[in-house]
């Protein structure tokens, strides 16, 4: 079975900063689908960002960008130019590519990113 | 466009009762999935539908079912809920392309479950 865990409850970080999410993952299949969501106080879990493991460009969405490090089974997630609206839970999740339709997903326990103003 | 919505929004039950939550996917997905969230932690999966047929199963007890309907709708019922079944309730609908794949799973704002 596949687990993910991230390793920090909490991360604050300065409003226009750069700050890290880590996050790493368990699996011994090798194509698989990494993503991270955002869940702020309204509890709509949003797509943030979505890394193919058979790719070795790290995918980037605007502010937001990976390191992906396949061999390390780590999937962190960076945000450049932090803004206020980035205020949330964000969660990494996994997902198997094995399987016609095969669309669990499966969650860490998330961080709790405060952006400080 | 509407994107997912589940209703109700929050409710309280007492142990042993039953519940049914509901949930609408977005106009042309077909695929539905369901999944808990209890208070600081990830959700976890419990169900995945499409084209009203079982696809997947989480570690859930079998006091957990689901169906599709003809129209994607999905209903979650849970019976005899135990006071451990207080969570969030997660539903995503889908779009599969023709490889039998969907890019992204689109999130309802859940159901609010409180056992007392």
């Known amino acids: 079975a596949q687990t993910v865990t991230q390793s920090q409850p909490e991360m604050s970080v300065q409003e226009a900063e750069t700050v890290t999410l880590s996050c790493t993952y368990d699996?011994?299949?090798?194509?698989?689908?990494l993503f991270w969501y955002k869940q702020p106080p309204s509890r709509q879990m949003i797509l943030v960002i979505r890394q193919e493991a058979y790719k070795q460009q790290n995918a980037t969405e605007n502010r937001f960008s990976v390191n992906f490090q396949k061999a390390a089974k780590s999937f962190s997630l960076k945000i450049s130019d932090s803004q206020l609206g980035d205020a949330a839970m964000y969660f990494c999740a996994y997902r198997s590519r094995w399987g016609f339709g095969n669309e669990k997903l499966t969650f860490g326990t998330g961080t709790r990113l405060t952006i400080i103003p | 466009d509407a994107g997912v919505t589940q209703s109700p929004t929050h409710l309280i039950k007492t142990r042993g009762q039953q519940v049914t939550l509901r949930c609408s996917p977005i106009s042309g997905h077909k695929s539905v999935s369901w999944y808990q969230q209890v208070l600081g932690q990830g959700p976890q999966f419990i169900f995945q539908y499409y084209e009203k047929e079982e696809r997947g199963r989480g570690n859930f007890p079998d006091r957990f079912s689901a169906r599709q309907f003809p129209n994607y709708s999905s209903e979650l019922n849970v019976n005899a809920l135990l006071l451990g079944d207080s969570a969030l309730y997660l539903c995503a609908s889908s779009f599969w392309g023709t490889g039998g794949d969907s890019y992204e799973q689109y999130f309802g704002p859940g159901t609010r479950l409180t056992v007392t």
């Open positions: 699996t011994s299949e090798s194509d698989y689908y």
